[in-house]
């Protein structure tokens, strides 16, 4: 028989049985759905996560303050910021100091119920540094930066019950009345930013206590050089006691973030694995059964000059053409499932090719590994055998 007969003969084998096809062939499906959605959509966060690093720019570096020798709290000189703008290839540098202020919707609230809110004093330069977007009114200025103004991170905003900025808006921080003069946007970057309040640095330092010293150092870099910077910023902004400044780069935190899903995907890869196999279970247990419903037909077949070779050919074609037919419908099932949680969590869909293609390719092997056997047991069927047991 030529290719066109064989795939003939094995497509009029799976239309005899249509149900028994459409449950064998759900099993691959599954198994190859679990697997394609599975690799698509972590391809999908993955090209999310890449887009918007590519927009928040992986050349933010900040430095923060650790522990002295004798484990006590350390803190960074008050020149730091200037000393880290000196550096060769730095573009900007901003900083905040933390402040033992605490900010409030009014001044009926209890002092121990500070919703975890910070209060920092902000230089005017920050937005620009650490990336920071205001979605309501204005960011601190040389004008009211000496005066009771802040603005609020978006979950400080939402925790005190404040929806927009104005000079009708004021919140009760450090035991008078400051004006909320903008609202930030979320800053994946800088999520500390989400939760602070943000004063000017003299208001800071004449109203609140503040004793003046930087508690984070945001630093952005030429992207050819952040490695070259990331490793003399330590000793630039605390010369004395490099050891007791850290560096960090927030890309690489949000880069570590996304890749505890890995460990997740993987799990759900070895579902779609077993659920694969079982699936190749229930082609084999369909072709055994189809091999001894039609022995009559094997009989007749024999009887009338069919080879063993064409017999084991036929049934081979007819598992291969079930799993490819699971395989195809599960291909089509991921890629839906991938884009319709894409689409809800705002990603781009994304499958890869290879997914696609290694899905159908590991169906036709499990297919033609399960239906290897009965083919040959077809095959060695006596045709004398074979009509007599009809």
Known sequence: MGPADVLRVGGSGLRSRPMRVFLSALGIAIGIAAMVGV????????????RRLAALGTNL??????????????????????????????????????????????DHIKKEETGGLNVYAARTD??????????????????????????????A?????????????????????????????????????????LVGWPVAEKEL??????????????ESAVSDVQSVLGATA???????????????????????????????????????????????????????ERRSEIGL????????????TQFLCEALLL?????????????????GYSTYQGWPSVVPVWAMAGGVGATLVIGGLAGFYPAVRAARLPPTEALATT
């Open 39 to 50: 690799v698509g959509i972590s391809t999908s966060s993955s090209e999310d996560l890449n």
């Open 238 to 292: 605390n010369p004395e006691n490099p050891s007791e400044a850290n560096v960090s780069r927030p890309s690489d935190v949000l880069e570590a973030k996304e890749a505890t899903d890995d460990t997740l995907s993987g799990l759900l890869l070895g579902l779609g694995a077993v659920a694969l196999l079982v699936g190749g279970v229930g082609v084999a247990n369909t072709m055994v059964i189809s091999v001894l």
């Open 323 to 339: 799993s490819a037919l699971g395989g195809l419908g599960g291909v089509l099932l991921g890629i839906a499932v991938t884009s």
């Open 61 to 106: 570096l900040t430095v923060s303050p650790g522990q002295s020798f004798a484990g006590d709290a350390a803190h960074l000189p008050d020149s730091s910021v200037d000393m880290i703008g000196n550096i060769k290839d730095v573009d900007s540098v901003s900083a905040i100091g933390k402040t033992s202020a605490k900010v409030y919707r009014n």
């Open 157 to 197: 905003a939402e925790q005190l019950g404040v929806f927009r900025a104005g000079p009708d808006t004021r919140v009760w921080l450090g035991g008078q009345w400051f004006t909320v003069v903008g609202i930030l946007a979320p800053n994946e970057l800088v999520p500390d930013l989400d939760s602070a309040a």
């Open 209 to 222: 206590d503040f004793d003046g010293y930087p508690t984070t150092v945001y630093t952005r870099a030429d």
């Open 301 to 312: 077949r024999r009887s009338l000059g069919a080879t063993r070779g064409q017999i084991r």
């Open 126 to 155: 920050l937005p620009k540094t650490a990336g920071a977007q205001v979605v309501d009114g204005r960011w601190l200025n040389a004008a009211n930066q000496r005066y009771p103004a802040v603005v609020l991170g978006p979950k």
